[in-house]
Nanobody
């Protein structure tokens, strides 16, 4: 599968952005999807993950209540709605796909097999 992330940009603190991850290739419903981010000098971290059917989601504590991950399998697309953005959310955001066909969500970066190219999110104070 090939993943294409888009929707990043520059936004003021308190603002919102919606990231999109569009997949091509094998049926999208076959993959668990996650969004990761990497800030300069920091390790890549899991932000949110969603199971193949969308029935399970998981979020890093720092974004709970502000970010929402979703997916539309018929459109082969996952979304990350980001509200109440903070300067510390500034990073390159990547979408990733887990091919294991697990029922729930994968929480470890090593469990993701395919990666999109990343989209920059910059939040100004």
């Amino acid at each position: 599968v090939q993943l294409q992330a888009s929707g990043g940009g520059l936004v003021q603190a308190g603002g919102s952005l919606r990231l999109s991850c569009t997949a091509s290739g094998r049926a999208f419903v076959s993959y668990g999807i996650a969004w990761f981010r990497q800030a300069p000098g920091k390790e890549r971290e899991l932000v949110a993950a969603i199971s193949r059917t969308g029935g399970s989601t998981s979020y890093v504590d720092s974004v709970k209540g502000r970010f929402t991950i979703s997916r539309v399998n018929g459109a082969s697309t996952s979304y990350l709605q980001m509200n109440s953005l903070k300067p510390e959310d500034t990073a390159v955001y990547y979408c990733a796909a887990d091919k294991s066909m697990r029922v729930g969500v994968a929480l470890n970066i090593y469990e993701y097999d395919y990666w999109g190219q990343g989209t920059q999110v910059t939040v100004s104070s």
